[in-house]
Nanobody
Framework: QVQFVESGGGVVQPGESLTLSCIASGHGNIGPYQLGWYRQAPGKQRELVADISSGGTETNYAESVKGRFTVSRDDVKRMLFLQMNGLEPSDTAAYYC??????????WGRGTQVTVSS
């Protein structure tokens, strides 16, 4: 079964950038699936912030990140990326990748922590 492993988080100041990566391990083809980046801040529910269609032709973003975040995928390398620019303190959260459709969700990985603080 596929498992996702996220990386690239860190502590940055407001206005800075980070690129998150997610690699799929285990057996299974991620190509046919719409994939997404989620985040969960302390005390809040996990939310989908960006998703990308199979083939990468369509992307969608939460209003809170639109214009600042860019999602991309490389199905040959079995990877998903999230370029985050203009980071704000409200972006502080643990970030996870997974299928974008609830019916396709697999067990969550450990995520990667992003902290935006001056």
């Amino acid at each position: 079964q596929v498992q996702f492993v996220e990386s690239g988080g860190g502590v940055v100041q407001p206005g800075e950038s980070l690129t998150l990566s997610c690699i799929a391990s285990g057996h299974g083809n991620i190509g046919p699936y719409q994939l997404g980046w989620y985040r969960q801040a302390p005390g809040k529910q996990r939310e989908l912030v960006a998703d990308i269609s199979s083939g990468g032709t369509e992307t969608n973003y939460a209003e809170s990140v639109k214009g600042r975040f860019t999602v991309s995928r490389d199905d040959v390398k079995r990877m998903l990326f999230l370029q985050m620019n203009g980071l704000e303190p409200s972006d502080t959260a643990a970030y996870y990748c997974n299928a974008a459709m609830s019916r396709d969700l697999i067990p969550w990985g450990r995520g990667t922590q992003v902290t935006v603080s001056s």
